[in-house]
Protein backbone atom coordinates (compact mmCIF):
# COMPACT_ATOMS: atom_id res chain seq x y z
CA UNK A 1 0.00 0.00 0.00
CA UNK A 2 1.53 3.61 -0.61
CA UNK A 3 0.95 6.24 1.38
CA UNK A 4 0.19 9.17 -0.72
CA UNK A 5 2.03 12.66 0.93
CA UNK A 6 0.13 15.86 1.39
CA UNK A 7 1.54 19.27 1.24
CA UNK A 8 1.58 21.63 3.66
CA UNK A 9 -0.18 25.04 2.86
CA UNK A 10 1.42 28.29 3.94
CA UNK A 11 -0.66 29.64 6.85
CA UNK A 12 0.55 33.07 7.35
CA UNK A 13 3.87 35.64 6.85
CA UNK A 14 5.30 37.67 9.61
CA UNK A 15 7.75 40.44 9.35
CA UNK A 16 8.78 40.66 12.97
CA UNK A 17 9.30 43.43 15.38
CA UNK A 18 12.35 45.64 16.22
CA UNK A 19 13.38 44.81 19.86
CA UNK A 20 16.58 44.39 21.92
CA UNK A 21 17.88 42.60 24.29
CA UNK A 22 21.24 41.86 26.44
CA UNK A 23 22.88 44.97 26.97
CA UNK A 24 21.30 46.33 24.03
CA UNK A 25 21.92 44.25 21.29
CA UNK A 26 19.50 44.86 18.26
CA UNK A 27 17.42 42.39 16.95
CA UNK A 28 14.35 41.80 15.28
CA UNK A 29 12.07 39.37 16.83
CA UNK A 30 9.85 37.25 14.97
CA UNK A 31 8.20 34.45 17.90
CA UNK A 32 7.56 35.67 20.75
CA UNK A 33 5.89 38.52 20.53
CA UNK A 34 2.21 40.04 21.06
CA UNK A 35 1.39 39.27 17.27
CA UNK A 36 3.05 35.21 17.99
CA UNK A 37 3.98 34.51 21.79
CA UNK A 38 4.80 30.74 20.66
CA UNK A 39 4.28 27.90 18.45
CA UNK A 40 4.46 24.83 20.78
CA UNK A 41 7.44 23.83 21.20
CA UNK A 42 9.17 26.70 19.38
CA UNK A 43 9.32 30.06 22.39
CA UNK A 44 11.07 32.35 20.45
CA UNK A 45 12.98 32.93 16.97
CA UNK A 46 15.20 35.86 16.83
CA UNK A 47 17.87 37.01 14.04
CA UNK A 48 20.81 39.45 15.21
CA UNK A 49 21.74 41.44 11.40
CA UNK A 50 24.23 44.17 11.67
CA UNK A 51 27.07 45.90 10.54
CA UNK A 52 27.02 48.47 13.31
CA UNK A 53 29.42 47.27 16.24
CA UNK A 54 27.47 49.63 18.51
CA UNK A 55 24.63 47.51 17.78
CA UNK A 56 25.92 44.39 19.34
CA UNK A 57 29.07 44.22 20.84
CA UNK A 58 27.38 45.12 24.79
CA UNK A 59 26.48 41.70 24.28
CA UNK A 60 24.36 39.47 26.30
CA UNK A 61 26.56 39.10 29.64
CA UNK A 62 25.85 36.89 32.74
CA UNK A 63 21.98 35.50 32.99
CA UNK A 64 19.95 33.00 34.11
CA UNK A 65 17.89 30.18 32.12
CA UNK A 66 16.02 26.81 32.91
CA UNK A 67 13.87 24.92 31.51
CA UNK A 68 14.67 24.96 27.64
CA UNK A 69 16.99 25.06 25.44
CA UNK A 70 18.28 27.62 23.14
CA UNK A 71 20.26 27.08 19.71
CA UNK A 72 22.56 29.77 18.35
CA UNK A 73 23.63 29.79 14.55
CA UNK A 74 25.92 31.89 13.04
CA UNK A 75 26.08 33.03 9.25
CA UNK A 76 29.03 35.63 9.93
CA UNK A 77 30.55 36.47 12.90
CA UNK A 78 31.73 35.01 16.26
CA UNK A 79 30.19 34.59 19.24
CA UNK A 80 32.19 33.89 23.03
CA UNK A 81 29.95 31.97 25.80
CA UNK A 82 31.09 30.86 28.74
CA UNK A 83 29.21 29.63 31.68
CA UNK A 84 29.27 29.21 35.87
CA UNK A 85 29.93 25.25 35.21
CA UNK A 86 33.18 25.87 33.55
CA UNK A 87 32.01 25.63 30.09
CA UNK A 88 33.63 28.02 27.18
CA UNK A 89 33.36 28.25 24.12
CA UNK A 90 33.85 30.31 20.78
CA UNK A 91 30.60 30.02 18.04
CA UNK A 92 32.24 30.73 13.94
CA UNK A 93 30.72 31.57 10.78
CA UNK A 94 28.39 28.40 9.48
CA UNK A 95 28.31 26.38 12.99
CA UNK A 96 25.89 26.21 15.72
CA UNK A 97 25.42 25.65 19.43
CA UNK A 98 22.80 23.67 20.76
CA UNK A 99 22.74 24.78 25.15
CA UNK A 100 20.48 22.51 26.86
CA UNK A 101 19.29 24.72 29.99
CA UNK A 102 17.81 21.94 31.62
CA UNK A 103 18.03 22.41 35.31
CA UNK A 104 19.23 25.89 35.04
CA UNK A 105 22.77 27.72 34.80
CA UNK A 106 24.07 31.12 34.41
CA UNK A 107 25.85 32.56 31.07
CA UNK A 108 26.83 35.12 28.77
CA UNK A 109 27.20 35.31 25.07
CA UNK A 110 29.52 38.19 23.65
CA UNK A 111 29.79 38.75 20.22
CA UNK A 112 32.71 39.43 18.57
CA UNK A 113 33.82 41.35 15.22
CA UNK A 114 34.43 39.49 11.97
CA UNK A 115 34.81 41.91 9.25
CA UNK A 116 32.44 44.24 10.98
CA UNK A 117 29.01 42.00 10.51
CA UNK A 118 27.51 40.10 13.04
CA UNK A 119 24.48 37.73 11.33
CA UNK A 120 22.70 35.26 13.38
CA UNK A 121 19.81 33.15 14.84
CA UNK A 122 18.69 32.50 18.35
CA UNK A 123 15.62 29.42 18.56
CA UNK A 124 14.57 29.07 22.19
CA UNK A 125 12.70 25.36 21.83
CA UNK A 126 10.93 24.49 25.18
CA UNK A 127 11.66 21.51 26.78
CA UNK A 128 8.97 18.06 28.00
CA UNK A 129 8.40 18.43 32.07
CA UNK A 130 10.07 15.29 32.26
CA UNK A 131 13.20 16.63 30.47
CA UNK A 132 13.23 19.82 32.14
CA UNK A 133 15.40 18.70 35.32
CA UNK A 134 18.71 17.48 33.29
CA UNK A 135 21.39 18.74 33.66
CA UNK A 136 22.69 21.45 31.57
CA UNK A 137 24.82 20.62 28.42
CA UNK A 138 26.50 21.88 25.42
CA UNK A 139 26.70 20.71 21.93
CA UNK A 140 29.44 23.61 20.19
CA UNK A 141 29.30 22.71 16.46
CA UNK A 142 31.53 23.73 13.96
CA UNK A 143 30.38 23.92 10.01
CA UNK A 144 32.82 20.88 10.01
CA UNK A 145 30.26 18.87 12.26
CA UNK A 146 27.26 19.98 10.51
CA UNK A 147 26.40 17.68 7.44
CA UNK A 148 25.11 18.85 4.57
CA UNK A 149 22.58 17.01 1.56
CA UNK A 150 21.88 17.47 -2.38
CA UNK A 151 18.80 18.66 -2.79
CA UNK A 152 17.20 19.43 -5.78
CA UNK A 153 19.59 19.84 -9.13
CA UNK A 154 22.28 21.87 -7.97
CA UNK A 155 21.35 22.77 -4.22
CA UNK A 156 21.96 21.70 -0.31
CA UNK A 157 20.30 21.60 3.23
CA UNK A 158 22.24 21.91 6.13
CA UNK A 159 21.03 19.33 8.49
CA UNK A 160 21.52 21.09 12.06
CA UNK A 161 18.45 18.55 13.79
CA UNK A 162 16.21 16.09 12.94
CA UNK A 163 16.39 13.69 9.46
CA UNK A 164 16.54 14.57 6.15
CA UNK A 165 17.37 12.45 3.11
CA UNK A 166 18.65 9.55 5.46
CA UNK A 167 21.40 12.09 7.29
CA UNK A 168 20.55 12.99 10.53
CA UNK A 169 22.36 16.43 12.31
CA UNK A 170 24.52 15.98 15.47
CA UNK A 171 21.95 17.65 18.30
CA UNK A 172 20.67 15.63 20.83
CA UNK A 173 17.12 13.91 20.83
CA UNK A 174 14.34 15.31 22.31
CA UNK A 175 10.49 14.52 23.05
CA UNK A 176 9.73 17.21 20.66
CA UNK A 177 11.91 15.73 18.06
CA UNK A 178 13.05 19.08 16.37
CA UNK A 179 14.10 19.77 12.78
CA UNK A 180 16.51 22.60 12.06
CA UNK A 181 17.65 23.09 8.06
CA UNK A 182 19.20 25.64 6.22
CA UNK A 183 18.44 25.38 2.71
CA UNK A 184 20.71 27.10 0.57
CA UNK A 185 19.37 27.67 -2.90
CA UNK A 186 20.34 27.69 -6.69
CA UNK A 187 17.97 29.64 -8.78
CA UNK A 188 15.03 28.04 -10.65
CA UNK A 189 15.09 24.94 -8.30
CA UNK A 190 12.12 23.32 -7.98
CA UNK A 191 12.00 21.24 -4.26
CA UNK A 192 9.36 18.68 -2.50
CA UNK A 193 10.63 17.82 1.11
CA UNK A 194 9.75 15.54 3.16
CA UNK A 195 8.51 16.54 6.70
CA UNK A 196 7.41 14.95 9.92
CA UNK A 197 3.47 14.72 9.90
CA UNK A 198 2.12 16.32 13.01
CA UNK A 199 4.99 19.00 13.37
CA UNK A 200 4.50 22.51 14.05
CA UNK A 201 6.78 24.08 10.41
CA UNK A 202 8.21 27.38 10.22
CA UNK A 203 10.15 28.73 7.24
CA UNK A 204 12.47 31.90 7.81
CA UNK A 205 13.96 33.52 4.66
CA UNK A 206 17.89 34.63 5.15
CA UNK A 207 18.27 35.71 1.38
CA UNK A 208 16.11 35.99 -1.96
CA UNK A 209 12.36 35.80 -2.53
CA UNK A 210 11.01 32.44 -3.21
CA UNK A 211 7.53 30.31 -3.37
CA UNK A 212 7.25 28.15 -0.61
CA UNK A 213 3.98 25.95 -0.93
CA UNK A 214 3.36 27.73 -4.52
CA UNK A 215 3.19 31.25 -1.95
CA UNK A 216 5.63 34.24 -2.65
CA UNK A 217 7.53 34.42 0.72
CA UNK A 218 10.12 37.27 0.74
CA UNK A 219 13.80 38.04 2.39
CA UNK A 220 13.50 38.42 5.55
CA UNK A 221 9.20 37.16 6.57
CA UNK A 222 8.16 34.15 8.70
CA UNK A 223 6.14 31.54 7.00
CA UNK A 224 3.96 29.54 8.83
CA UNK A 225 2.42 26.20 7.52
CA UNK A 226 0.10 23.96 7.78
CA UNK A 227 -0.35 19.78 8.80
CA UNK A 228 1.31 17.79 5.95
CA UNK A 229 4.30 15.55 5.20
CA UNK A 230 5.75 17.43 2.46
CA UNK A 231 6.78 20.95 1.62
CA UNK A 232 7.17 22.89 -1.38
CA UNK A 233 9.81 24.95 -2.52
CA UNK A 234 10.80 26.91 -5.68
CA UNK A 235 13.12 29.48 -6.12
CA UNK A 236 13.17 32.19 -9.37
CA UNK A 237 16.02 33.95 -10.97
CA UNK A 238 18.01 34.30 -8.14
CA UNK A 239 19.64 32.47 -5.42
CA UNK A 240 17.80 31.76 -1.64
CA UNK A 241 18.56 31.06 2.04
CA UNK A 242 16.22 29.64 3.99
CA UNK A 243 16.03 28.48 7.55
CA UNK A 244 13.41 25.42 8.14
CA UNK A 245 12.72 24.39 11.66
CA UNK A 246 10.04 22.38 13.38
CA UNK A 247 9.22 19.87 16.22
CA UNK A 248 6.33 17.93 17.39
CA UNK A 249 3.99 19.85 19.80
CA UNK A 250 4.69 19.18 23.46
CA UNK A 251 1.19 20.14 24.53
CA UNK A 252 1.99 20.79 28.34
CA UNK A 253 0.77 23.73 30.25
CA UNK A 254 3.72 26.71 29.69
CA UNK A 255 4.48 29.16 32.72
CA UNK A 256 7.19 32.06 31.41
CA UNK A 257 8.83 34.60 32.71
CA UNK A 258 11.96 36.18 31.39
CA UNK A 259 14.62 33.72 31.59
CA UNK A 260 12.60 30.76 32.62
CA UNK A 261 10.15 28.42 31.41
CA UNK A 262 8.50 25.69 33.34
CA UNK A 263 5.05 24.29 33.32
CA UNK A 264 3.91 25.87 36.46
CA UNK A 265 3.87 29.29 38.36
CA UNK A 266 5.25 27.84 41.54
CA UNK A 267 8.07 26.41 39.35
CA UNK A 268 8.76 29.63 38.20
CA UNK A 269 8.84 30.99 41.63
CA UNK A 270 11.21 27.99 42.50
CA UNK A 271 13.46 29.11 39.74
CA UNK A 272 13.51 32.76 40.90
CA UNK A 273 13.94 31.64 44.99
CA UNK A 274 16.83 28.96 43.39
CA UNK A 275 18.25 32.11 41.33
CA UNK A 276 18.58 33.88 44.04
CA UNK A 277 19.97 31.90 46.97
CA UNK A 278 22.74 31.24 44.49
CA UNK A 279 21.71 27.64 43.66
CA UNK A 280 21.70 27.57 39.97
Not at 23 to 31: D, E, P, T
Not at 73 to 100: F, P, V
Request: glycine share 10%; hydrophobic share 40%.
Amino acid sequence: MTVQSTNRELMRTLDGVAASDGAGVKLRRYIGTEDLPELDPILLLDEFRTDGAEDYLAGFPDHPHRGFETVTYMLHGRMRHQDNKGNRGLLESGGAQWMTAGSGLIHSEMPEQSDGLLWGYQLWLNLAAEEKPMPPAYWDLPVTAIPAVPVGSRSQAVVIAGELLGTWGPTPQRQSEPLYWDLQLEPDEELLLPVPNGHVLIAFVCQGDLLLAHQPVRSGQLAVFGDGSAIEVRTGPAAARVLLIGGKPLREPVSRYGPFVMNTREEIQQAFADYRAGRM
